[in-house]
C-alpha cells in the first residue's frame, strides 16, 4: 500500500530480440481522506508525502484556511507505522504503530473546529486518476498584479533541474513532476501519479515549511488543464510553465486571471501562449 516504486519483471523487445528485465513501475494506490470522520475524497495518488497531499487539497480547495485549524493529521500507510502530525505536541513523523487493516489507506483530519461540512457541489476534473474539485470552475479567480520577470534561460535551467531532482521518475518513468521555483532554485517538488496531486503536494509542503508560493513560478510535465491553473491562481503564481501543452480553458483561465502559460518548454524552445511580456529574451 505504501510503496511509491514496485518492482517488476518485463520484457524489453526489439525487431530482432526479446530479452526478460527487471525494473520499476510507479506505485499508485487508493487513499481515502477524512476530516472530523467525514469522507471527504478519495485519492489515487503515489504514497509519497500524502501528508503534503492532504494539507495541500484541503487549503487549495478553501476546506481549511491554514494549518492552525488542524489539530491533528494520520496517514496510515500500513498495518505497522503510520505518519502523525500533532503540533500542540510537536509531532511530525512516521511512527512505529499497530494500524486495523480497515484503516490502512485513509488519512484522518482531526480540525479544531467542529463546524466542518463537505461541499455538495463537485466537480470532476480531467485529472489524472479522476481528480475532484469543489470549486465552480467557471467562477473567477482576483487577476494577479504581479511584475515577476524571468528570463528565458531561467526557465530552461529550470526545467532541467526538475528532471535532476526527479528521482521516481529516472527510475519508473510513469509519473508527474511539478516544481516551484523562484527562478534560480527549486523551492519545492512533488512526483506524483496524478498531475494534480504533484500541485497539492507542493502547496502543503510550503504550507508546513512556511515557503511563500506568491510570485514564484510552477513548472510541470503534465498537461496544464483546467484545475491546475486555478490551483496556480490560488497559489498566486503569475508564470505556470509545462513541457507538454495546456488545454483551451486553461488558456482562457490563463488570460483572465492575467497568469503567463507556456506550453512545451523543452531543451531551448517554448510556446508562451499568453503573458509573454513576463519573459525576457
Do not use: C, G, N
Given at each position: 500500500?505504501?510503496?511509491?516504486?514496485?518492482?517488476?519483471?518485463y520484457y524489453r523487445v526489439t525487431k530482432s530480440s526479446a530479452e526478460m528485465v527487471q525494473g520499476a513501475v510507479i506505485g499508485e494506490s487508493r487513499w481515502v481522506l477524512y476530516v472530523n470522520d467525514v469522507e471527504v475524497v478519495t485519492f489515487m495518488a503515489t504514497p509519497r508525502n500524502l501528508h503534503h497531499l492532504a494539507f495541500g487539497f484541503l487549503v487549495s480547495e478553501n476546506l481549511i484556511a491554514g494549518l492552525d485549524e488542524v489539530a491533528s493529521l494520520r496517514v496510515n500507510e500500513a498495518d505497522n507505522r503510520a505518519y502523525w502530525y500533532i503540533p500542540a505536541l510537536g509531532v511530525n513523523e512516521t511512527r512505529a504503530m499497530a494500524v486495523c487493516e480497515e484503516g490502512v489507506g485513509s488519512i484522518e483530519v482531526r480540525l479544531t473546529r467542529d463546524d466542518f461540512r463537505v461541499p455538495a457541489h463537485r466537480v470532476l476534473t480531467s485529472g489524472c486518476g479522476g481528480g475532484v474539485t469543489f470549486d465552480d470552475l467557471s467562477s473567477q479567480q482576483t487577476p494577479l498584479d504581479?511584475?515577476?520577470?524571468?528570463?528565458?534561460?531561467?526557465?530552461?535551467?529550470?526545467?532541467n533541474e526538475l528532471y535532476a531532482q526527479g528521482t521516481l521518475y529516472r527510475t519508473t518513468r510513469g509519473v508527474h513532476t511539478s516544481a516551484l521555483t523562484d527562478g534560480e532554485n527549486i523551492l519545492a517538488l512533488a512526483e506524483d501519479v496524478g498531475r494534480h496531486n504533484t500541485l497539492d503536494k507542493i502547496r502543503g509542503d510550503c504550507l508546513l515549511r512556511g515557503v511563500e508560493t506568491r510570485d514564484c513560478i510552477l513548472l510541470s510535465t503534465g498537461r496544464i488543464s483546467s484545475e491546475m491553473m486555478t490551483k496556480a491562481a490560488k497559489?498566486?503564481?503569475?508564470?505556470?510553465?509545462?513541457?507538454?501543452?495546456p488545454t483551451s480553458l486553461a488558456l482562457e483561465l490563463a488570460?483572465?486571471?492575467n497568469i503567463t502559460l507556456i506550453g512545451y518548454l523543452r531543451a531551448e524552445e517554448m510556446r508562451v501562449y499568453c503573458g509573454v511580456s513576463r519573459v525576457v529574451v
Open positions: 500500500m505504501s510503496d511509491d516504486k514496485v518492482t517488476t519483471r504581479s511584475k515577476r520577470t524571468v528570463r528565458a534561460a531561467q526557465l530552461f535551467a529550470m526545467m497559489m498566486r503564481v503569475p508564470i505556470v510553465a509545462s513541457r507538454t501543452s488570460r483572465a486571471w
